[in-house]
């Protein structure tokens, strides 16, 4: 079987309006051919759950980049192990909840005064104005459970000392496009990892045959642990390095239109290989 796992701001939805208008015509080709196309985000749950109504997409997702994946309840035959049942879904979490996040970043607030914003004390006022987004949409993007994300505002030195202070604290801070997050010992690769592996459990014996979409360096993990790594091109920084050189796909168009490009490149060779 395949699946998609994909990124979404600069990837599927565009890194300025948000939209994934170039790439519908591919999301419905995915639809028809019954693959199932997996959000891995820094995105919240609240966010992802519009977006999925928007999309009509009942598959699971993976948020706040690689925090917990949710598995809608009854989506597999079995619940999976090492998941807790909460409102209707099946939730493997791998970080500690936001408020633990929040109260690191007020400890370090001190030694590094003026040099971070987050959401939680920003609010969604400060969200929309960075973002693009509307206020609701804004409201949403604070509505988070796993992680906190914050703007950097201070030299690149500092940055450094305050990723380290994070690390010696427990957390596993990425740099996405616009925000650096701040969770705990997980990353989207080892969420995608475990996710495949609860798809490959019940395919009956096929093959799992999977590809990540990505941008940025948060991306980075999953783009190494697909078997296919599709990296799109992204007007506002250049390509996350890889480690890897083999079932590597580079696009030529930006957001949500080299999202399609390379998509239907690897479903026209994924078709040949069936």
């Known amino acids: 079987m395949r699946i998609v796992f994909t990124d979404l701001d600069g990837s599927l939805l565009d890194h300025d309006d948000y939209s994934y208008a170039p790439a519908a015509p591919t999301l419905g080709r995915l639809a028809g051919l019954g693959v199932p196309v997996i959000p891995v985000t820094s995105k919240t749950r609240a966010e992802i759950e519009a977006l999925r109504t928007e999309l009509a997409n009942n598959h699971p997702f993976i948020v706040e980049n690689g925090a917990a994946v949710f598995i809608p309840e009854g989506y597999f ?32 607030g001190g030694d590094f005064a003026g040099d971070f914003t987050g959401f939680a004390a920003a609010g969604p006022g400060w969200i929309a104005a960075v973002t693009g987004l509307s206020p609701a949409a804004a409201a949403l993007a604070n509505n988070r459970e796993y992680s906190e994300p914050v703007q950097w505002h201070g030299s690149e030195q500092r940055k450094g000392e305050f990723i380290a202070r994070l690390r010696i604290a427990g957390a596993n801070p990425l740099q996405g496009g616009r925000f650096l997050s701040v969770a705990g010992d997980c990353d989207k690769g080892r969420a995608l990892a475990w996710l495949r592996e609860i798809y490959g459990s019940h395919a009956g014996g096929a093959a799992v045959v999977d590809l990540a979409a990505g941008d940025s360096g948060n991306d980075v ?54």
């Open 221 to 274: 993990a999953m783009l190494e642990a697909a078997a296919t790594a599709l990296v799109i091109r992204s007007p506002a920084h250049p390509f996350p390095t890889l480690g890897r050189d083999t079932g590597v796909y580079l696009t030529d168009r930006c957001g949500p239109a080299g999202w399609a490009e390379g998509v239907e490149a690897w479903l026209r060779r994924t078709d040949t290989a069936r």
């Open 77 to 108: 035959p079995r619940q999976p192990a090492a998941t807790t049942v909460r409102d209707g879904y099946w939730v493997h979490a791998t970080s500690e909840p936001r408020a633990h996040w929040l109260q690191l970043l007020a400890d370090l």
